[in-house]
């Protein structure tokens, strides 16, 4: 991805049912992303994201709305570039059995380029 298409600051995502169940965002480091899960159209709720490199991008907050609208907070490195994959999960309550990755955010962290 061009590194002129990198959004700085702050990124707001939203997933909604139906919806495609990968997405891919370019950032610069220390962006901070608002991931909008809306509530889903099976029986499964939301349970929570987790990211692959979390020395690159962590989720900082969670917040589940009675609706089922899931809310999460990722911060990107200050420093550093690089790609990480961040998985929504979700279950089906009161089932047992492991929750399942069922949207993916792979978000590239590209530095500026330096001058010298």
Do not use: N, Q
Request: proline content about 8%; charged content about 20%.
């Amino acid at each position: 991805m061009p590194s002129g298409a990198c959004v700085a600051g702050h990124a707001d995502v939203s997933v909604a049912p139906g919806g495609p169940v990968r997405h891919r965002l370019c950032v610069r480091p220390g962006t901070v992303v608002s991931l909008t899960l809306r509530p889903r159209a099976d029986d499964k709720r939301w349970t929570g994201v987790l990211s692959s490199a979390p020395a690159l991008v962590v989720a900082s907050g969670w917040r589940l709305d009675g609706d089922g609208t899931a809310h999460a907070t990722l911060r990107c490195a200050g420093t550093r570039g690089g790609t990480a994959r961040v998985t929504a999960v979700a279950r089906t309550p009161d089932v047992a059995g492991a929750a399942r990755p069922v949207f993916t955010l792979d978000v590239d962290v590209v530095p500026y380029a330096r001058e010298g």
